[in-house]
T-cell receptor, first 115, second 116 residues
Framework: DAMVIQNPRYQVTQFGKPVTLSCSQTLNHNVMYWYQQKSSQAPKLLFHYYDKDFNNEADTPDNFQSRRPNTSFCFLDIRSPGLGDAAMYLC??????????????FGPGTRLTVL | AQTVTQSQPEMSVQEAETVTLSCTYDTSESDYYLFWYKQPPSRQMILVIRQEAYKQQNATENRFSVNFQKAAKSFSLKISDSQLGDAAMYFCAYRTGGTSYGKLTFGQGTILTVHP
């Protein structure tokens, strides 16, 4: 089945130790998104890729970076995680087709704990 | 900037009954899309239903329907014949129109509990 896969599902890191979260998709979608969702809050978009074009949200901290080496994979790098970065990180994809209200397909998320 | 507000942090319903989740939004745009997403515990978020702002007809998907009031900027979700599997966090979301992709702005979510 076509899907969005996130690895690992749970990640524990130490304060200040770089961490990378992974997302892959078999949907062949042009657009990939990273959202941060803190406990009991709404998901908040960090950035997205349209093909290889990177689009950063204005309020995304510099501590967060992303890479998309090919259509299928996208990575979220947190250079120096702080306690406030503990959250669920959601990857999503969508296709580009006309001007339709295309849905975003979400992965199961990676829950990041910062010790 | 657009904002989405869900005023009900929690709702509960008896199995087989009907429940309505509220959502209001604020925008100056005329072309946009509205979505309801469902996020079950420890499972991925999935689309429940979508509405295009320029369509006056309310969207329906099986037991799920919306009441879209564009002038009032209201977009409520009605779940009929509630099932245990409907228990989840429900998010209302907004996306600017004009393209087929883009940022979703989510509301704070409503936790729905379904009692047997």
């Amino acid at each position: 089945d076509a899907m969005v896969i996130q690895n690992p599902r749970y990640q524990v890191t130490q304060f200040g130790k770089p961490v990378t979260l992974s997302c892959s998709q078999t949907l062949n979608h042009n657009v990939m998104y990273w959202y941060q969702q803190k406990s009991s809050q709404a998901p908040k978009l960090l950035f997205h890729y349209y093909d290889k074009d990177f689009n950063n949200e204005a309020d995304t901290p510099d501590n967060f970076q992303s890479r998309r080496p090919n259509t299928s994979f996208c990575f979220l790098d947190i250079r120096s995680p702080g306690l406030g970065d503990a959250a669920m990180y959601l990857c999503a994809t969508s296709r580009v087709e006309g001007r339709g209200g295309n849905e975003q397909f979400f992965g199961p998320g990676t829950r990041l704990t910062v010790l | 900037a657009q904002t989405v507000t869900q005023s009900q942090p929690e709702m509960s319903v008896q199995e087989a009954e009907t429940v309505t989740l509220s959502c209001t939004y604020d925008t100056s745009e005329s072309d946009y899309y509205l979505f309801w997403y469902k996020q079950p515990p420890s499972r991925q978020m999935i689309l429940v239903i979508r509405q295009e702002a320029y369509k006056q007809q309310n969207a329906t998907e099986n037991r799920f329907s919306v009441n879209f009031q564009k002038a009032a900027k209201s977009f409520s979700l009605k779940i009929s014949d509630s099932q245990l599997g409907d228990a989840a966090m429900y998010f209302c979301a907004y996306r600017t129109g004009g393209t087929s992709y883009g940022k979703l702005t989510f509301g704070q979510g409503t936790i729905l509990t379904v009692h047997p």
